[in-house]
């Protein structure tokens, strides 16, 4: 009986060693954008090798989802793949929030088709012409081209919900210039999309799908679909979404990846954002697919 008393004894006692452990250790919120969900995780994931006594909590949602926690103070990070709104920047204030922006990489917004799709290059005006409300190009024949695959001819439009920074980045870089040329009437998407709640919801559906079109981070790429080569301008050169081209804004939809903090970023959460943006967390983003915010040496 002794025995089983003290065996009981030593488990309790590991049992309140291994909570007061637990409690003692910081948590970093972390919330946001769909986008850079993956790169989030993975510097989570590697920040303990470094600290330990830090545990990052990570959760997607979408770019108005992590602002919007933001603005609520329910998070310490938010990650977004868009500028915040002025309207949300004054609504923080009002709450006594002071977001701060950091660039913490880029992306290239890539134009996904499927493999079979004859289609290498796309120009702004096309891709407006098919995202764009009121846009007049609603079949593959209409931008000169036959899918195999695709007997109705008709393109589906695949898009992100409204929460998404993806979607108000393609917006603001594809649509809404294109309205002011005259090309469709309002810079706002057509209706009809098929809006997924992910990036690799995108992709999934676009890789099965012949007919399909739609837009997602680079990173989500894969060998089983295409990515077109993009041109600003009608007969324009047309640049393919790369690494290198994100980094050295070539990429006509290249954007940057940001993260909110209330204020300047203090302790643990400032050591955090230091070390994102330090050689070895800047390899991280590159090695998910993304260009680093600075010029990094990566292995």
């Known amino acids: ?14 049992l309140m060693l291994t909570l007061a452990s637990v409690q003692a250790r910081t948590v970093i919120q972390n919330k946001g954008s769909d986008t850079l969900v993956n790169v989030a995780q993975a510097w989570a994931e590697a920040y303990p090798k470094i600290n330990p006594d830090v545990v990052v909590a990570v959760s997607g949602g979408g770019s108005g989802t992590g602002i919007a926690a933001m603005i609520n103070g329910t998070v310490d990070i938010a990650n ?11 609504k923080a204030k009002s709450m006594g929030q002071n977001p701060i922006e950091h660039v913490v990489g880029y992306d290239a ?18 891709l407006a012409r098919v995202f764009g409300r009121d846009g007049d190009a609603t079949k593959w024949s209409d931008l000169g081209l036959k899918v195999p695959g695709c007997d109705s001819d008709k393109i589906v439009v695949v898009s992100r919900q409204n929460n998404s920074g993806t979607y108000a980045y393609f917006k603001k870089a594809v649509l809404k210039p294109a309205a002011k040329a005259g090309i469709i009437k309002k810079g706002s998407f057509r209706q009809g999309t098929l809006d997924m709640h992910g990036s690799k919801d995108v992709v ?27 041109a600003t301008t009608d007969g324009g050169k047309c640049v393919n979404p790369s ?7 070539s990429y006509p939809i290249a954007r940057p990846l940001l993260m909110y ?3 300047e970023p203090k302790g643990d ?31």
């Not at 009986?1 to 590991?14: E, G, I, N, Q, T």
């Not at 977004?80 to 004054?90: L, P």
């Not at 917004?109 to 096309?126: E, G, T, W």
Request: proline share 3%; aromatic share 6%.
């Open 261 to 263: 903090t209330n204020g």
């Open 204 to 230: 999934d559906l676009v890789e099965k799908t012949p007919c399909a079109i739609g837009y997602s981070g680079l990173a989500y790429a894969t060998d089983h679909l295409k990515m077109v080569c993009i």
């Open 109 to 126: 917004l890539a134009v996904f088709i499927h493999k079979d799709n004859p289609a290498s290059s796309l120009n702004i005006h096309q």
């Open 1 to 14: 009986m002794r025995v089983k008393s003290y065996s009981s004894l030593v488990l309790v006692c590991a």
């Open 269 to 299: 959460i400032k050591v955090y954002m230091d070390w994102i943006l330090s050689d070895e967390g800047q390899c991280i983003l590159t090695d998910k697919g993304y260009a680093p915010a600075r010029g990094v040496n990566c292995k």
């Open 243 to 249: 690494v290198a081209t994100a980094s050295d804004r």
């Open 80 to 90: 977004a793949s868009r500028k915040m709104k002025k309207k949300e920047i004054n």
